[in-house]
């Protein structure tokens, strides 16, 4: 990530000495999209981290008790009450191996998907590797609001304001540098925490 910053240093430093301007002030728009490329890099590294967690650590974590074990349980009882049993939970139970299959479906469940938001952090990444609240308290994924929402306005909007005008030149969000690396910084902190706190609750498990 810090490639990219080195990267919107120079284009900024050779903007202003083709300009024969010094470097401060608004960014031109070629500066913004690194922003923006900052932003969706750091959201695809997060995803890919994270993800890969759980899939390496729920096996060990839910076979002992604890929040982790909890939470697979719940899964299969969830799975096993619904109005219309799914196809897939159906195909896990008459496999020869049972439990392995449903695993599967349940590390499934918590990584098929990009993460949405800092609630869906929260509860689809935190809870499946058994971290409470005092290992990593819920403030610390609320105060990625501001990320997601930069995210999602840069990958599903192309970080339009209105997209009612848009127009040949749409007009798009301006972004700080230092907001954004603010952003960046604290969303791959936290994957960082993830992993340490999930390295603790492995090593209680053996």
Do not use: W
């Not at 890919?48 to 008790?65: D, R, Y």
């Not at 196809?87 to 008459?94: P, V």
């Not at 609320?142 to 599903?156: E, G, I, K, M, Y």
Request: proline share 3%; charged share 30%.
């Amino acid at each position: 990530m810090s490639g990219l910053f080195d990267t919107l240093h120079l284009v900024r430093r050779e903007r202003s000495r083709q300009n024969n301007a010094e470097t401060r002030g608004r960014l031109h728009s070629d500066a913004q999209d690194l922003l923006r490329a900052a932003i969706v890099f750091t959201s695809a590294g997060l995803d890919a981290a994270v993800q890969a967690l759980i899939e390496h650590a729920v096996p060990m974590l839910i076979t002992q008790p604890g929040t982790a074990r909890a939470k697979y349980e719940t899964f299969v009882e969830e799975q096993a009450r619904a109005p219309k049993v799914e196809d897939g939970f159906l195909a896990a139970l008459r496999s020869q191996d049972p439990r392995l299959e449903l695993l599967h479906l349940y590390v499934q469940s918590k990584t098929k998907a990009s993460f949405q938001g800092s609630s869906d952090l929260r509860d689809r990444a935190r809870a499946s590797l058994g971290i409470t609240d005092q290992q990593i308290h819920r403030s610390r994924f609320t105060s990625l609001d501001t990320f997601f929402t930069a995210r999602n306005d840069v990958a599903h909007r192309l970080d339009m304001d209105n997209v009612a005008k848009a127009d040949a030149a749409p007009p798009r969000k301006q972004r700080a540098q230092e907001e954004v690396r603010l952003m960046c910084d604290e969303a791959l902190l936290l994957v960082r925490d993830l992993v340490e706190e999930a390295a603790v609750n492995l090593v209680a498990c053996r």
